[in-house]
């Protein structure tokens, strides 16, 4: 079926209104059931919430994919499928909080049913390496790539709004590169997963009334997995692999300074800590809201690079590169990694809180979040050396 930009802009609405609906009663199932949860030391929440908000995310994204998306291919039904079995693994998880081999034997076995009906990356394209062929580990490869991209959002999870905006956005961009690239089915899922998020933030948003849980946090990561690989990595674009990494790029990054903090320190990297970057924002000062909407810039300002590397003419397709398109796109390149690299900067302000308090022991605690706040807001530090 030939599918329109309206096609998407409905189902997505659709899938935002029936998520809206549903998220304040699966609150109250949710207080019913237990699934609650409380203030702790690595939560920035202030007080008990329900979870399992993601059972109205899959409510909202699965009607809509029966109605947009089931008449196809018969891997549709097997996508439907996956996505029942891993909100029913994460709901499970938000009620009695399984061990880390169950949640992970869990998911592979809800990838299981798209990938052996054809979801599966056989071949992919790489800028100036072209075609790359797969061979028989095709499968086990693209399991293996939709396990870490639930577990990427999964572990992303942390701060009022923060999942469900950060996958909107990712959703938007792979929609708009999706019907580029004429994979319009993918690029209704992409929609789809998009509304389903947004119509969860409108209770998500701090402060929060509900948590999505692993429920809906794996949720949203299947998805995002599964658009990545239907949207663009069948395809024989030469920024194949490229596209859904940039998307991607503050969840993965994320997920990566923790994992290998957690390595360092020989922690077990399936123990949650207080790493990430929602809780070093925390820790500097910001409120959860300006956490939140500093993370929603920088994952925006990496997917319009990824938009306008598909939309902006650099090359002709043949290995030659134009220079005008190549000057934009260096150019937003350059601007995207400047944001990034600020932000970075930013957390630092860690480093330099506890620098002025060694370098200046006689300051006041007072004295030194004053230096930190202006730091902030001008922009301007001092060196930073490595304590």
Same mark, same amino acid.
């Given at each position: 079926m +030939?599918? !329109?930009?309206?096609?998407?802009?409905? =189902?997505?609405?659709? =899938?935002a209104v029936v998520t809206y609906a549903l998220t304040p009663l699966t609150a109250r199932l949710a207080v019913r059931l237990g699934a609650v949860d409380e203030p702790r030391g690595r939560g920035l929440s202030e007080r008990p919430t329900p979870l399992l908000g993601g059972l109205a995310i899959f409510a909202g994204a699965g009607s809509a994919i029966a109605l947009w998306l089931l008449g196809g291919h018969k891997e549709w039904s097997a996508i439907l499928w996956g996505a029942a079995i891993i909100t029913a693994v994460g709901a499970l998880d938000d009620i009695y909080d399984l061990p880390a081999p169950v949640k992970l034997a869990g998911q592979i076995v809800a990838v299981l049913p798209p990938v052996l009906t054809g979801v599966r990356v056989d071949h992919f394209? *790489?800028?100036?390496? /072209? &075609?790359?062929?797969?061979g028989g580990s095709g499968e086990l490869l693209t399991i293996i790539g939709l396990v870490a991209v639930i577990n990427v959002v999964n572990l992303s999870d942390g701060i009022d709004g923060l999942a469900a905006g950060v996958c909107a956005i990712s959703a938007i961009a792979l929609s708009i590169i999706a019907f580029d690239l004429d994979k319009g089915s993918a690029g209704v899922l992409a929609a789809i997963t998009a509304g389903a998020a947004i119509g969860f933030l409108g209770h998500n948003f701090h402060p929060a009334s509900i948590f999505m849980g692993d429920c809906g946090s794996n949720l949203l990561g299947y998805l995002l997995g599964v658009? =990545?690989?239907q949207g #663009?990595?069948? !395809? +024989?674009a030469l920024v194949a692999v490229v596209?859904?990494?940039? @998307?991607?790029?503050?969840?993965? *990054?994320?997920? !990566?300074? @923790?994992v290998l903090k957690r390595m360092k320190y020989g922690r077990p990297v399936y123990v949650a800590d207080t790493n990430h970057f929602h809780h070093r924002f925390s820790r500097i000062g910001? #409120?959860?809201? &300006?956490? @939140?909407l500093y993370l929603y810039a920088w994952t925006a300002s990496l997917a319009g690079l990824a938009v306008a590397i598909r939309?902006?003419?650099? #090359?002709? +397709? /043949?290995? /030659?590169?134009?220079?005008?398109g190549t000057?934009?796109?260096?150019?937003l390149f350059l601007l995207v990694l400047l944001a990034s690299v600020y932000l970075v900067y930013v957390l630092e302000i860690l480093k330099f809180r506890r620098f002025v308090r060694t370098a200046e022991p006689q300051r006041t605690d007072a004295e030194v979040d004053a230096e930190v706040q202006r730091s902030l807001e001008t922009g301007e530090f001092e060196a930073l050396s490595d304590r």
């Open positions: +030939n599918f !329109t930009g309206l096609d998407a802009f409905w =189902a997505g609405l659709f =899938a394209t *790489l800028p100036f390496v /072209h &075609r790359v062929d797969l658009v =990545a690989v #663009s990595l069948k !395809t +024989n596209i859904p990494l940039i @998307v991607l790029a503050v969840p993965f *990054l994320d997920t !990566t300074f @923790v910001f #409120s959860q809201r &300006r956490t @939140v939309f902006v003419p650099y #090359s002709d +397709n /043949h290995g /030659h590169l134009k220079t005008p000057i934009v796109i260096i150019a």
